[in-house]
């Protein structure tokens, strides 16, 4: 089973940036294709980021596209999402997730472990 810890986050004003990492206990880290996903308070978790257990290919939500940057470390077992140009309506807790296979999706229901989350509050 993978353990997945995420940290980076805090409070920043519009216009900063942030990276977040999320430290993967498994070994074989490098057979998950990983995602980011992001939850507002009152709002459902909604998709961020992804990327292939190779690193690949990549896919953002539209409202990211062009300003977060998702990579991979396989040697360090770490999933990274560099998030540049934040704005208030960023601001939530972001969670990493692993799902077991080649290619990610946009659906959280295809990830099957989850980090505890890390809080990302973007004043304006």
């Known amino acids: 089973q993978v353990q997945l810890v995420e940290s980076g986050g805090g409070l920043v004003q519009a216009g900063d940036s942030l990276r977040l990492s999320c430290a993967a206990s498994e070994r074989t880290f490098s057979s998950y294709a990983m995602g980011w996903f992001r939850q507002a308070p009152g709002k459902e978790r909604e998709f961020v980021a992804a990327?292939?257990?190779?690193?690949?290919?990549?896919g953002y939500a539209d409202s990211v596209k062009g300003r977060f940057t998702i990579s991979r470390d396989n040697t360090k077992n770490t999933v990274y999402l560099q998030m540049n140009s934040l704005k208030p309506e960023d601001t939530a807790v972001y969670y990493c997730?692993?799902?077991?296979?080649?290619?990610?999706?946009?659906?959280?229901?295809?990830?099957?472990?989850w980090g505890q989350g890390t809080q990302v509050t973007v004043s304006s």
């Open positions: 997730a692993a799902r077991p296979n080649v290619f990610y999706t946009r659906s959280y229901s295809d990830y099957d472990y």
């Open positions: 990327l292939t257990r190779s690193g690949g290919s990549t």
